[in-house]
């Protein structure tokens, strides 16, 4: 069954809820977007004491947040490279342990709140063919010399064997410092961590403008009333629409990704296809990636619009990429399928950014967001309590408009079809 509702959605029947925005309220810190990156920077700025308001047009998690593969993935969505080599040195150090601090924190986060979210580890980086497989030998090389030590390679069948009953891939790096997670369990945690600890939190309260010029801000609520903020924090991404800044919009492309649930797999099928229960991303520039969640479902994910438009339907193209992994799930019923939007950037860095009147962003997290937006959210409330060490690091990369103008979708999806072919063709 294709649906807007997420799986997570769809089995958190006690989720908590949340009001609306009281007009003309007044705040230290309004943050646009009750995401993961929103809520992070809420609950550092509530503990450290500022009054800080939450508002969220839908509901906390209607985002990326609340429909995402669920994959919790180490450092920046990008190889390192492309950020050292903007940097000093030291700044270069800095953002490398910034990005790699990220599934700490949630690891954390999730310890301190108690937050109920299946969060586990042990993660496959498979590649399709050769060329995949020199890229993570590199990787594995670039990111052990910096200290990282949780990689094993897989370099043959048999070592694949005792994490994947599939045949499609040559080698995989097997990665015991990256996992899973259900996102919209965790997102409430965070909520619920942050609401205990002062911040207001607002839902069906969408900002439709934003008014600068003064100390205070006005953010103009959709549903009519203003509330008022010193600081304002933009954390909307792929879904933040009409009150991003002009040099938001211009570097920040929106990607639709989908996800298809099967129905819980017995025991004995799961032994079979993914023993040691690890979840597993493959290397291509549209890629695959999938888990076994708490409940014994392949959630299974891919299929990237650049064009954003549906093209036929969802739920058969996700069976075929599925069952082209593990024919044994060529029979396997769907529960559920959602879509969501993915925020990029042309080089695939986050793009951190500070006016001078004090509206900070983060956006783009090219996928990869569900623990570095813990992380980008925590730079963000950092730079606002006294340390921008990060932030100054992470805001002074440069980031390429998209090309294309208003017909970047086009352009995008004409750049997306030549990766696609070159990754069809294994070159
Ligand atoms: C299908 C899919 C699969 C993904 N899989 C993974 C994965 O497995 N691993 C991974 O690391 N990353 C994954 N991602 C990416 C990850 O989900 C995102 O990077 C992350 O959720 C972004 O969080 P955020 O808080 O910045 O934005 P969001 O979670 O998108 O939150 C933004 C919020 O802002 C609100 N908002 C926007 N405009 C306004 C306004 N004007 N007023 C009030 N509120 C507003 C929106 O309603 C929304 O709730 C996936 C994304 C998608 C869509």
């Known amino acids: 069954m294709t649906t807007h509702t997420s799986l997570y959605e769809s089995e958190f029947h006690d989720r908590p809820t ?154 995989a790096l097997y990665d015991t410092g990256c ?41 103009h609520l959709a549903s009519g009333g203003q509330v008022t903020a010193r600081i304002v924090m933009l954390c909307g991404n792929a879904y933040l629409a009409d009150i991003g800044l002009p040099q938001m919009h211009t570097r920040l492309a929106q990607v639709t990704s989908s996800i298809l649930a099967t129905k819980p797999l017995s025991q004995n099928m799961i032994r079979q296809i993914l023993p040691t229960g690890a979840a597993v991303a493959d290397c291509n520039a549209a890629l695959n990636y999938y888990r076994i969640d708490a409940s014994g479902r392949m959630v299974f994910g891919g299929r990237a619009s650049y064009s954003n438009i549906e093209l036929g339907a969802v739920e058969p193209d996700l069976r075929r990429r599925m069952s082209a992994v593990f024919p044994l799930l060529a029979d396997a019923e769907t529960e559920q399928v959602w879509s969501g939007r993915i925020g990029i950037t042309v080089s695939r860095i986050p793009h951190f950014g500070r006016t001078d009147d004090d509206i900070y962003f983060v956006q783009g997290f090219s996928g990869h967001g569900v623990a570095l937006t813990g992380q980008a959210g925590s730079i963000l409330a950092k730079a606002v309590i006294g340390d921008a060490t990060q932030f100054d690091v992470m805001s002074s990369l440069s980031h390429m408009p998209f090309p294309g103008g208003p017909f970047r979708t086009p352009a995008l999806a004409l750049g997306m079809a030549w990766f696609k072919l070159r990754d069809r063709l294994k070159i």
């Not at 990787?139 to 043959?156: I, K, V």
């Not at 694949?160 to 499609?168: K, M, P, R, V």
């Not at 609401?195 to 205070?216: D, Y």
């Open 18 to 171: 949340y009001g609306l925005a009281t007009p003309d309220a007044n705040f230290d810190i309004a943050i646009v977007g009750g995401g993961l990156t929103g809520m992070s920077a809420a609950l550092e700025l509530a503990e450290a004491g500022f009054d800080v308001a939450v508002l969220e047009a839908g509901l906390i998690g209607s985002g990326g947040s609340g429909r995402n593969g669920g994959h919790v993935c180490q450092g920046w969505p990008t190889d390192f490279d492309k950020i050292s080599g903007q940097l000093s040195p030291e700044a270069a150090d800095i953002a490398w342990e910034s990005g790699m601090a990220a599934v700490d924190l949630l690891r954390s986060r999730v310890k301190n709140h108690k937050i109920d979210c299946d969060l586990t580890f042990g993660y496959l980086h498979a590649a399709l063919h050769k060329r995949q497989m020199d890229e993570l030998d590199a990787m594995q090389d670039e990111w052990e010399l910096r200290g990282y030590d949780q990689f094993t390679r897989l370099g043959t069948q048999q070592e694949l064997d005792e994490h994947i009953g599939s045949t499609a891939y040559v080698g």
């Open 179 to 219: 996992g899973q997670i259900q996102p919209l369990k965790y997102l409430h945690g965070l909520a619920t961590a942050a609401s205990c600890a002062g911040a207001h939190i607002f839902e069906n309260s969408a900002i439709k403008r934003l008014e600068r010029g003064g100390s205070q801000k006005i953010l």
